[in-house]
Every structure is written in C-alpha cells, then in structure tokens.
C-alpha cells in the first residue's frame, strides 16, 4: 500500500466547478490510480481510473463529458477536474492506488446543492 492525501473539496452550487486532487509520497507510481465516491446509503461507485501511463481512462457514464482525469507522475499527483457538477455529485470522494493489496485515501467530501 502506498499514502494516498486528497485535497480539493468543497460545497457549490449545481453547474459549478471543482478540482480534486491525489498526491502520494510514494516513488514508484507504477500502477493504476483513480477515484471512487460514496454517497451517504449508497456502494462505493468508481468515478475515473487512469493507467501508469496515461494512455488508458475509464469514466463512469454518469461522468463522462463533464469530469477529466489526469495524472503527472513527476509529482506523484492525480487530478480530477469536475465540471457542471450535479446535485447526485454530492459524496465523498477517494483517491486510490492499483497497489497489492489496493490503497485508498480518506477522502474529500463534495457537496453540490441547488
């Protein structure tokens, strides 16, 4: 497992923008990174995953077209910018790490109201 610091949460309104962001104090970077999201009563649901190298991203459907993933492994960093953000965004947001076994910041919360 490696150190996984969120940064970037908040509370906006509906259409707003945020940027969340993951920095490790790890290394080797070799592995995939991402973010989940846990909304109160609700599973844990992925949000973005991008490869080591950038040249593969997944996003949710419910995501795609308004947040980018991106990663610069000079700075051992992650980032999610989150665009139009919709009510149904509102959650904890969590960094993880591709890692054996797999690791997982504490999380940033986002709050999006109306």
């Known amino acids: 497992q490696v150190p996984l610091v969120e940064s970037g949460g908040g509370s906006v309104q509906a259409g707003d923008s945020l940027s969340l962001s993951c920095t490790t104090s790890?290394?080797?970077?070799?592995?995939?990174m991402g973010w989940y999201r846990q909304a109160p009563g609700k599973e844990r649901e992925v949000v973005a995953i991008?490869?080591?190298?950038?040249?593969?991203?997944i996003y949710a459907d419910s995501v795609k077209g308004r947040f980018t993933i991106s990663r610069d492994n000079t700075k051992r960093a992650v980032t999610l910018q989150m665009n139009r953000l919709k009510v149904e965004g509102t959650a904890k947001y969590h960094c993880?790490?591709?890692?054996?076994?797999?690791?997982w910041g504490r999380g940033t919360q986002v709050t999006v109201s109306s």
């Open positions: 993880c790490a591709d890692t054996q076994p797999g690791s």
């Open positions: 790890d290394r080797s970077g070799i592995y995939d």
């Open positions: 991008i490869s080591w190298t950038g040249d593969r991203i």
